[in-house]
Structure formats: structure tokens, C-alpha cells
């Protein structure tokens, strides 16, 4: 449980820096004095040294260094249905920060286990249609181990957001139809819904609308 916990706290991690590699390249955020690595983004003239690129690497990296801790370390649950509950989050995890890392950067290593630093196999990079296909794989189990959101606390990998975040990479991967059967499920999904009140989806936290957050 502890170990779990863990995953969503690297998660946090990632939301510190992932504004600079999608806001700030937009029309929707812009620097004080359009000057340092903000600013970059913002320009579209990102250096390979800027602070925010590493830092965003790192932290996805992390989280799935803890969820593949989790994975490994499954035998010591009691109970199956637990068991089941942690292994469709860590694998909910592993998937959406490496989702995070091939959006970002295209060809990225697939990490499916703890490495270390002999582990030279994993340094190379994976094209991405490989690392789509494993996402995918992940999103699969978990979605079928996970419990539904009614069943979860608040804040934790559901199996709604399991098959959300794999109908968004079927989307990617451009089979339209099978990410399209998947989100006809969530809409009759009784666990979310559209609220009336456009500002009711930012300033009401854990909304009908909120999938995963």
C-alpha cells in the first residue's frame, strides 16, 4: 500500500513541469518578461539544456521506477482483489508516464522492470509505434483489474481512467472505431457525466466530469 502511494506522489512530480511542454506553447500562457527557460517555450526556441526538458524526463522516469517497484513486489499482497487493485494501478501509472514521455519526445526506452546502471539494454531508445503498443498492453490489464470509480477513494487509478487514457492512445495510434467503442462505455457509465455549469468543472474538485486527477 505504502509502495502504491508512492507511484502518486512521483505523479506529482510530473504535473510540476508538464504545463511548460504544453501551455506555454500555446495561446493560453505566456511569460512576465518573455525572458529565461519559460520563455523558450514560448518562443518555440527550446534548448536541449533547459531545466524543465531534464526535470520532466526524470520525474516520469521515476514514476514508473515505482510502479515497476510495485509490480515486482506483488507476491507479498494478501487477497487477490487487492492484489488485483495495486497491479492495475502501477500498471495505470507505468503506462500514462510513459505516454507522457513518447508525447513529449518521440523514440523513448521502455522500462518494464526496476533497471540499474549495467542494465545497458534499456538505455536505447524504442521507436514509438513499440511504445504505443506497450502502453496499450498495460491500459489493457489495468482496466480489467481495476475497480470503478465508486469503488475507489478520490485521486486514485480507476478503471474508467484506465480505459480513458487507452481509448486517448488508440487515438493516437489512429484505430478511431476501437477508441470509439471505448468511450460510448464511459459515456453510460453512471460514475461521470457533463455538469451544467461550465465553471463547475475547475472550481468543484472531483466533479462528475473528472476522469483522473
Partial sequence: EGAVIAIYDGLQEVTLREFALSEMRSDNTQTKTSEGDWAQFESYEVQPTTLAIGDYWSANY??????????????????????????????????????????????????????????????????????????????????????DRASMDEGRATRGAATALLAKVLLTQGKYSEAEGLLSGLLTDPNYALVEAYADIFYNEGNSEIIFA
Avoid: C, W
Wanted: aromatic residues 10%; charged residues 25%; glycine residues 4%.
Fill in 62 to 147: 521515476n514514476v514508473i521506477f515505482r510502479a515497476n517497484r510495485v509490480l515486482e513486489n506483488l507476491e507479498v499482497v494478501e487477497g487477490a482483489s487487492l492484489k488485483d487493485q495495486f497491479e492495475g494501478e502501477a500498471k495505470f501509472a507505468r503506462a500514462l508516464a510513459h505516454f507522457n514521455l513518447t508525447n513529449a519526445f518521440g523514440n523513448v526506452p521502455i522500462v518494464d522492470k526496476v533497471i540499474i546502471q549495467t542494465d545497458e539494454e534499456y538505455f536505447s531508445q524504442d521507436p514509438t509505434s513499440q511504445v504505443l503498443d506497450f502502453i496499450v498492453s498495460d491500459l489493457t490489464d489495468a482496466s480489467g483489474k481495476l475497480p
